[in-house]
């Protein structure tokens, strides 16, 4: 496998607003509303220079470009070739952090550790061609598989298996094999409302199984029913 250099990798980072985002209409763009892509640029140089045992100098440029673009970055991570930081204000990449090719990531993403422990792996690895959500947080020494999808504000402690789409708080995987677009975001469902659409059908049920054989609750129930009508109608604008 040939070797791909410093510039060839930070030029492969600046065309992927191009390939990616409908919203940019001209390459002058990059320079003034991408900071993803300049805070990559900085963790590639930086990263090369921790690397060769630079690394307070590796350190002090992140932390210039964390404040520049508030993206935080640690040059010690590991990210591979064409990844995307979309929007990326937030993003927070881990030391330990490893990240594959063709990775999208949104904004507000931690990709964090669970442990204080020096010389251990502490953050997790993101598998080729995933696609993590805005707002996800992916805590500890995980692997997300390949051809992932995180769900937006997701919180994943636990590995996912390839091909898999994780939602929630904790993540659940829901399904196998799902809809692989990066920007099919409303065909991942909400599971937690789902659940709540559940257990309020199944209370209604309950409900009208008691109230249709105990009329003193059944008179009781439509007094409540009247005060709730009247607190609604106070409410509204």
Known sequence: ???????????????QPILHDPAINSKIELFFNYPGVWALANYRIAHALHVKEFRTLARAIMGISQIITNIDIHPASTIGRRVFLDHAFGVVIGETAIVGDDVLIYQGVTLGGVSLDRGVKRHPTIGNHTVIGSGAKILGDIIIGENCRIGSNSVVVKSIPNDSTAVGVPAR??????????????????INKELFIYMFKRIKILEEAVLTTNKDLKIKD???EAIYKCYLESVKE
């Not at 410093?6 to 065309?15: C, H, N, P, R, T």
């Not at 995987?173 to 909400?190: S, Y």
């Open 222 to 224: 439509d007094e409540l």
């Open 173 to 190: 995987i829901i399904d196998k094999g799902r809809d692989k677009n990066p920007m099919a975001h409303n065909k991942i469902p909400d």
């Open 1 to 15: 496998m040939n070797s791909v250099s410093l510039w060839e990798k930070i030029k492969e980072d600046f065309s």
